[in-house]
């Protein structure tokens, strides 16, 4: 990207004026072609040249899934934002301040509901960009709201993971949200309410060793990566080359971990079909 920035950039701005702005381009990760961002938006941020679905924001996925782009936010219990005053090469607390000044949202996960299809639908939807979506108490706290919620209204719960996995900052904190957010995923089992799982890239960590694995029906975007440790370390451990495409989305369906593998575009239209089955309506 350096030529874009250090060559291409001046260039257009000597021409136009300095109103050109920073992200006018996004260079696809898979086949490395730029892209025009204000194209990527009608695509729903799939490469028009190679298929790579690339990572959207937590309102561009309700934009694309919710009717009419309403969502109503949940809201749910607060939690001490630094238990163990943590501090690597930058303090927690900063990290978290950066996060939220950046990106716009208070955490990794939002919460609410809306319609997918006419059918009513509580949602938990992870935004990677906040410290690489990481599970922390606040996470957790969001999820049982969301699947509390469901229940006691009686709407499907569907959740859209994004995640390295558990926060490392929060330590135990973070990997005792597992075991909370697995009782949560047995309350909505027992009501007989839908759960629903929409697996993206990257799905990973404490978070697929937990909710994201136990829903009703697992649907995954194509190329997305869907496991608990990524195949570089596993490589790196048993020292064995790994078969072609393993833990992505399109490999775990072929072996039987995900019930089916959508094209971003027809998601929702799937989806409300699903959620039509599942209640009983049309």
């Given amino acids: 990207m350096n030529w874009l920035t250090n060559f291409v950039r001046p260039k257009i701005r000597a021409l136009v004026g ?119 108490m606040a996470v957790g706290e969001a999820f049982i709201a969301g699947a509390e919620y469901a229940v006691s209204k009686g709407h499907s719960f569907l959740v859209v993971p994004c995640s390295g996995g558990a926060r490392m900052q929060e330590g135990i904190f973070s990997l005792m949200q597992m075991p909370r957010t697995v009782v949560a995923v047995n309350k909505m089992n027992e009501s007989g309410l839908p759960y629903i799982v929409l697996l993206t890239n990257p799905t990973t960590g404490g978070v697929s060793a937990s909710f994201a694995m136990l829903g009703d029906i ?23 080359k790994l078969p072609d495409g393993f833990q992505l989305s399109e490999y775990l369906f072929n072996h039987g971990m995900v019930d089916m593998v959508i094209h971003r575009k027809d998601l929702k239209d799937n989806i409300a079909k699903i959620l039509g089955i599942l209640t009983h309506k049309k």
């Fill in 18 to 136: 300095n109103d050109v702005p920073d992200n006018l381009w996004e260079k696809c990760q898979k086949c490395e072609q730029m892209l025009f961002s204000k194209e990527l938006g009608s695509v729903f941020r799939v490469c028009p040249h190679c298929g790579h679905h690339m990572k959207m924001s937590v309102k561009e996925r309700i934009a694309s899934l919710f009717d009419d782009g309403e969502f109503t936010k949940i809201p749910y219990n607060s939690c001490v934002s630094d238990p163990l005053k943590f501090k690597d090469t930058k303090k927690y607390s900063d990290r978290l301040k950066t996060a939220r000044e950046s990106g716009g949202e208070n955490e990794a996960a939002v919460v609410g509901y809306g319609k997918i299809g006419g059918h009513k639908t509580v949602a938990v939807l992870f935004s990677f960009d906040f410290m690489g979506g990481s599970m922390g």
């Fill in 218 to 240: 697992h649907i995954a975007e194509p190329g997305a990566l869907v496991a608990f440790t990524g195949p570089r370390v596993i490589e790196g451990t048993i020292r064995e």
